[in-house]
């Protein structure tokens, strides 16, 4: 292998661990982030009245500076990773509030992130011949996995939405119904030998609905179809079960490397 191949090889693997395994630990974080998406933009809004338009210019502003220590990392750091995702939902849910704000219909306002998703679908194949995540091995890949999981996040509030309020189903039901289609791609992956890829993105997509719909399930009022915790409350508890979560990964990162480079003790000849 020559220098040139060596580099390169090396240059994708710290770019392919900038992405996380998808783990148990993965899924918690990411329903977790997607709840305190929900309650975060509400709280912001509503709460605090800080208003729609400055919310998200804020909101967009630290995402995009988010985004750009990510880009910049050489491997993957969860706590900047994880601070993005935590951005990216609550950025994905303003821009959906933002569009209902001016009148878009939730109906309208679903089908469109569905298109750009699809959209973005389509262009990344045919770019990359790929959709994988553990394939993210340059900056085009990666930018295409973060504007999917914008377009992820922005449709998955639109659905939780249209499903809860636009069509009276309330919280609890959509969160069994969402919670209800992730088992279901479970099954047909570890049954019936569905598409890893196509499982995966499937799943991710299905489970920012989920946590919205918990979100507005914790958060909201009881006349409202909710516990009446507030948005404050929920929003505080997940983020502080978030950071235990992040820190328990960044540590867990550090030592393994320390495990595999530790020299393996001298036998006794005595």
């Given at each position: 292998m020559t220098l040139i191949e060596r580099a390169d090889a090396l240059s994708a693997r710290q770019m392919l661990n900038k992405v996380p395994d998808v783990t148990a630990i993965f899924w918690i974080i990411k329903v977790l982030a997607t709840t305190v998406g929900e309650t975060a933009a509400d709280y912001l809004n509503v709460t605090l009245n800080f208003g729609l338009t400055g919310v998200s210019l804020v909101m967009s502003v630290l995402l995009l500076a988010a985004l750009v220590v990510q880009f910049r990392a050489k491997r993957f750091v969860p706590a900047v990773y994880w601070l993005a995702i935590v951005l990216i939902s609550v950025v994905g849910t303003l821009i959906t509030d933002n569009l209902i704000e001016l009148g878009l219909p939730l109906a309208a306002t679903t089908i469109a992130f569905?298109?750009?998703?699809?959209?973005?679908?389509?262009?990344?194949?045919?770019?990359?011949?790929?959709?994988?995540?553990?394939?993210?091995?340059?900056?085009?890949?990666?930018?295409?996995?973060?504007?999917?999981?914008?377009?992820?996040f922005a449709l998955g509030t639109a659905t939780g939405d249209l499903l809860a309020e636009g069509l009276n189903l309330g919280y609890l039901a959509s969160l069994a119904l969402f919670a209800g289609a992730i088992l279901a791609v479970s099954i047909a992956y570890f049954a019936f030998s569905l598409n890893a890829v196509l499982a995966f993105w499937i799943a991710y997509v299905f489970t920012r609905p989920l946590g919205a719909s918990t979100g507005d399930l914790l958060a909201q009022s009881p006349a409202d179809g909710g516990l009446g915790l507030g948005t404050t409350v929920t929003s505080v508890i997940f983020l502080v079960v978030i950071l235990a979560l992040v820190v328990t990964l960044t540590v867990r990162q550090r030592l393994i490397p320390a495990l595999v480079s530790a020299p393996e003790p001298a036998l006794n000849t005595k």
């Open positions: 569905a298109l750009a998703l699809a959209t973005t679908f389509v262009l990344w194949f045919r770019s990359e011949r790929t959709l994988s995540i553990h394939s993210i091995t340059t900056t085009r890949r990666e930018t295409y996995y973060w504007l999917t999981v914008l377009f992820t």
